[in-house]
């Protein structure tokens, strides 16, 4: 699936959270801090569920639940690709960001989350009153959302940080 819409008209509050790299106790901690209710609230998650954390799975769990949304990230791609595919440089290139939790994961359980993951919406477009926000991993190339293809949209929204670099770039150009 490469877009999913949500209406967010029926929720309480809806809150979006970056990367969480498998850390499932930090978000759980500020869950309890905003008092988040799992019956009326929304998490949005803009993907990289797994590596880095103490609890990849547990991460990789939250896919599913009703109250959690998420995007795929470059980490879920990185690891759909090491277990699919015949080549061990995948393999390796995830490893080396992060993967290593997998070799003391269960494999056919990880694999399950895994494969799960890579079904993952790149974009959600949620719709709110008459607002309309678009959540992607890295970089949605385009200033205003269209349901148009564009080129190389996967690698875009998973691994582009162009807008993000112009960004800095006119900042340091407005300080000079």
Known sequence: MFIKSIDGNGYRNIYAVGDLHGEITKLNAALDDINFDKGQDLLVSVGDLIDRGEDSIAC???????????????????????????????LVHWFHNGGGWYLKADKVYADTLIKKAALLPLIIELNYGDRNVVFCHADYPLDKFTYDDFKDSEMHLLWSRERIERSLENESTAIE
């Open 60 to 90: 990789l769990e939250l896919i599913g639940e009703p109250w959690f949304e998420v995007v795929m990230g470059n980490h879920e791609k990185m690891a759909y690709d090491a277990i699919t595919k015949e080549d061990e440089d995948y």
